[in-house]
């Protein structure tokens, strides 16, 4: 995952959708649980469900939807998004169902449970402050529900019984004929109503596993598809505004894809990987957490439609190449905790340094590995997360956070994954490629790693350590134990100076929001609005307009900026691209003034990575080797 910050009943509606009866001495756990979703019977925002799970022998059996799920790192809650769930018995008649908590039911009399139905609500127009109530599912783990577009994160509609877990699922989708529909999952064909006006299409889960982790789209969606190398493609993007297309950006994401596949080399991939592009107008109740998550052969990302083309290519390949670098781990490289998840009480792994950091190490290294991108901003990117890391608590175990997650004062930390995890990625690769004389690396340990297990095979999260140890060298286990089990600080210079890079003052790129690192050159206050602080007179192109610390930002391109809208307004600004007009309307000192513009290249001075002039050749060798291969 990668975060980038009125009920009806439903025996009117399902009356012609009732289930067949099974044989006497047929037992759920050897059949198929079968489940519908009907698109077209949509009541006040809610999809009706049928969970038919075959004939129980046990008396009582209790029926889940996810807690948490995999991928994420906090409670989602899916249980409370049902409403008017019944369990009915074969004679059409209601059985005794009891809600024991959010997201569990028990079933008394289960030998006579014929199916379970329900209402779903959607979790993107609740993501308003306040919302249901509680933890609310990250955008890209949640779904929606609207005429013409529906993100079906199968987690949140269907749930499992706890003694059925390996059991296979039969799904029914049914859907307006004219819906456009996009599944990894086995699609067994699709039949067409009478009428012609509805197609049902049929899927297959080998296991509930399966059913959350192959996501659908359906609906009013632009489809491309493509092959890069030996793997099939399928970019499925939503722009509710036809901003967007996935024409527009089938380019950037085939030539990031096809320099990940030459960064991982022979790792094992995927016959096919879906990319399911949710784009947000940023209305009330469209979604506000923008960012990814990742799936076997898929990824859900939701990001803003108000990007130009440029800057949603730039989201694209941050977010999704990172995704895409999860097969290597957790799904080719994972503990118990992954393999075997529990979707309400999960026990999370160790090492989070692994699974997130090291896979967003790989999703910008290979950045400057294949040339996408020039050292220098390669540089700037490390210098980044450090500077970000250091704002977080730099002096906390990675595997005592890892492990925690879901607790203070643990849970908050989680967005050092992101940077000091993958800043650990980066100190590992430095150091095998050292030890090595440039033969070995991060990549190459995960790929040993992966071969030593793979996807059915999870390593014991308390030997982790040990066996890399084993299969390194002693300087990796002692780095290990003191920098992620440990919670000492880690001095970058000594892995700098390994790479004959040294510390100095850059003139480096930035975008339009921040001045160096990440210093934002904006504030806000209650009496005041947002203003420009000292910082934006660092930003090259901010000095250039004569902007002066205390203006106060009235308007962007026309659309008035509050602290109500700020996230909205100012996070259209991360998509402006040099070449790109726009205008801007200041109070200052009471007095109104405008900027009309066209974008020029902002720079910023900062303290930045540069490569020393009296660097030896054996450290020029391994800096060549570790950002050239």
């Not at 993958?422 to 995960?446: F, V, Y």
Request: negative net charge.
């Amino acid at each position: 995952m990668k975060n980038y910050i009125a009920i009806l009943g439903l025996s009117v509606i399902l009356v012609g959708c009732g289930s067949a009866k099974p044989k006497v001495n047929d037992l759920a756990v050897n059949s198929p649980i079968v489940t519908a979703l009907d698109l077209t019977a949509v009541v006040d925002d809610k999809v009706p469900v049928i969970i038919n799970p075959g004939r129980f022998t046990t008396e009582t059996v209790t029926y889940r939807l996810p807690r948490v799920v995999q991928g994420t790192y906090s409670v989602s809650d899916f249980g409370k998004y049902i409403d008017d769930i019944k369990a009915i018995d074969y004679d059409g008649n209601a059985l005794e169902i009891t809600n024991v908590d959010t997201n569990t039911w028990t079933i008394k009399n289960a030998t006579k449970l014929d199916k379970i139905t329900y209402y779903v609500n959607d979790t993107f127009d609740i993501e308003t402050s306040g919302g249901i109530g509680g933890e609310q599912p990250f955008s890209p783990a949640g779904t929606n529900i609207e005429p013409t577009n529906y993100v079906l994160n199968l987690h949140g509609f269907i749930g499992y019984f706890d003694s059925l877990k390996n059991s296979q699922y039969a799904l029914d989708v049914k859907a307006p004929v004219d819906f456009v529909r996009t599944s990894a999952l086995e699609d067994k064909g699709t039949t067409t109503s009478a009428d012609g006006k509805s197609a049902t299409t049929s899927y297959f889960a080998q296991r509930y596993f399966d059913i959350t982790d192959n996501p659908m789209m359906y609906g009013d969606l632009d489809v491309e598809e493509f092959m890069v190398g030996d793997i099939k493609i399928v970019l499925s993007v939503y722009s509710p505004n036809k901003v967007h297309t996935a024409a527009s950006q089938k380019e950037t994401v085939y030539k990031m894809m096809q320099a990940q596949k030459e960064y991982l080399g022979d790792v094992n991939t995927t016959p096919r990987y879906d990319i399911y592009l949710y784009l947000s107008d940023g209305a009330e109740t469209s979604p506000k957490g923008f960012g990814a998550l990742e799936h076997h052969t898929s990824t859900v990302v939701v990001l803003g439609e108000s990007s130009s083309k440029e800057g949603l290519a730039a989201s694209i390949v941050d977010v999704v190449a990172h995704e895409f670098f999860h097969i290597v781990t957790p799904l080719s490289v994972h503990s118990e905790d992954v393999h075997y998840f529990d979707y309400d009480q999960p026990t999370f792994s160790k090492h989070l340094w692994m699974y997130e950091g090291v896979t967003e190490y790989f999703a910008q290294h290979f950045q400057v590995y294949e040339g996408l991108v020039d050292e220098t901003t390669y540089y700037n990117t490390v210098m980044q997360k450090i500077a970000t890391s250091k704002n977080l608590d730099d002096a906390m175990s990675f595997t005592v956070m890892s492990e925690n997650v879901l607790e203070e004062p643990y849970a908050s930390q989680y967005y050092n994954v992101y940077m000091k995890g993958a800043l650990i990625g980066m100190c590992i690769d430095i150091l095998m490629r050292k030890e090595s004389d440039g033969n070995r690396s991060m990549l190459s340990l995960m790929k040993e790693l992966s071969a030593k297990y793979g996807k059915e095979k999870p390593f014991v999260d308390d030997n982790l350590v040990a066996e890399i140890t084993a299969m390194t060298y002693p300087s990796i286990g002692e780095f290990l134990k003191t920098h992620v089990e440990g919670d000492v600080p880690i001095n970058y210079n000594e892995f700098f100076t390994m790479a004959g890079l040294t510390l100095g003052e850059s003139e480096a790129p930035t975008n339009y929001i921040f001045a160096g690192g990440q210093n934002i050159i904006f504030s806000g206050a209650p009496d005041k609005g947002i203003f420009f602080t000292d910082v934006a007179l660092k930003n090259s192109f901010w000095a250039s307009q004569g902007i002066k610390a205390g203006d106060v930002i009235k308007k962007v391109n026309g659309d008035d900026l509050t602290l109500q809208n700020a996230q909205q307004v100012i996070g259209g600004m991360f998509g402006w691209q040099e070449g790109q007009d726009i205008t801007m309307d200041l109070e200052r000192e009471g007095k109104p003034v405008v900027i009309k513009a066209t974008l020029t290249k902002a720079t910023a001075k900062s303290e930045g990575l540069v490569e020393d002039e009296n660097a030896t050749d054996a450290q020029k060798t391994l800096r060549a080797a570790w950002l050239k291969g």
